[in-house]
C-alpha cells in the first residue's frame, strides 16, 4: 500500500503541488484585495455558480413578489412624472386592499407636491385670494399620502445630505 502512494506521489506530486499554490495563491489575492484581481475572482465565482444552476437548478417556487413598474405606457396613461401625491396615494391604497404585504417605492419623495391646494393657493395668493383661500381648506396632498402610507406597510427611498469628505462626524463621548 505504501509502495502504490509512494509511486503515485512520484507520478502526481507536481499536479497537486500545482494545485495547492494556485488555490493558496487565489486565497492571497482574495484576502489582499487587489484591485484588478478582485473583480476577476467574483467574475469567475459568478460564472461557477452559473454553471451550477445550468446543470441542476433550483426547482421554481413563487415568491409571491409582484413589481408594479410605471413604464412609457402607464406614463403616456397618466401623465408625466411625478404624479401628484394624491395619485400615489391612492394607487398604495389600492395595492393595501389587494392584499400587498408591503409596498416599496425605488423614488425619493423629496420635494413638496407642485400640485398640492397649499402650492396653488400660493400663485393665487396675490391674483386671486378667495382661490387661494378655498385651495388653502383643502387638505395637504403631502399629508394624505402620508396618512395612506400610515395604514398601508410602505417603504420609500431617501437619501442623506452629502458630506464633504473632509468633514468627519463628531464622536459621542463614551
Known amino acids: 500500500m505504501i509502495a502504490k502512494l509512494k509511486r503515485w506521489w512520484r507520478r ?21 484585495n487587489v484591485p484588478v484581481i478582485t473583480p476577476t475572482i467574483e467574475r469567475l465565482s459568478l460564472m461557477v455558480f452559473d454553471n451550477y444552476q445550468r446543470l441542476s437548478p433550483r426547482p421554481y417556487e413563487d415568491a409571491a413578489v409582484r413589481i408594479l413598474d410605471i413604464d412609457d405606457e402607464t406614463i403616456a396613461r397618466q401623465g ?11 394607487l398604495t391604497l389600492a395595492l393595501g386592499r ?15 407636491d407642485r400640485t398640492s391646494p397649499h402650492e396653488l393657493a400660493k400663485r393665487f395668493a396675490e391674483s386671486d385670494p378667495d ?44
Open 12 to 32: 502526481s506530486s507536481w499536479a497537486v503541488i500545482t494545485g495547492l499554490i494556485v488555490i493558496f495563491g487565489i486565497a492571497y489575492l482574495q484576502t489582499a
Open 98 to 112: 389587494a392584499g400587498a404585504a408591503a409596498i416599496a417605492f425605488d423614488v425619493v419623495f423629496s420635494e413638496t
Open 131 to 174: 382661490a387661494a383661500e378655498i385651495l388653502n381648506a383643502l387638505p395637504d396632498n403631502d399629508d394624505q399620502l402620508a396618512s395612506i402610507f400610515g395604514v398601508t406597510n410602505t417603504v420609500t427611498g431617501f437619501s442623506s445630505p452629502m458630506v464633504r469628505p473632509s468633514t468627519r462626524p463628531s464622536r459621542k463621548p463614551v
Open 80 to 90: 408625466q412624472w411625478p404624479w401628484p401625491r394624491t395619485d400615489v396615494a391612492r
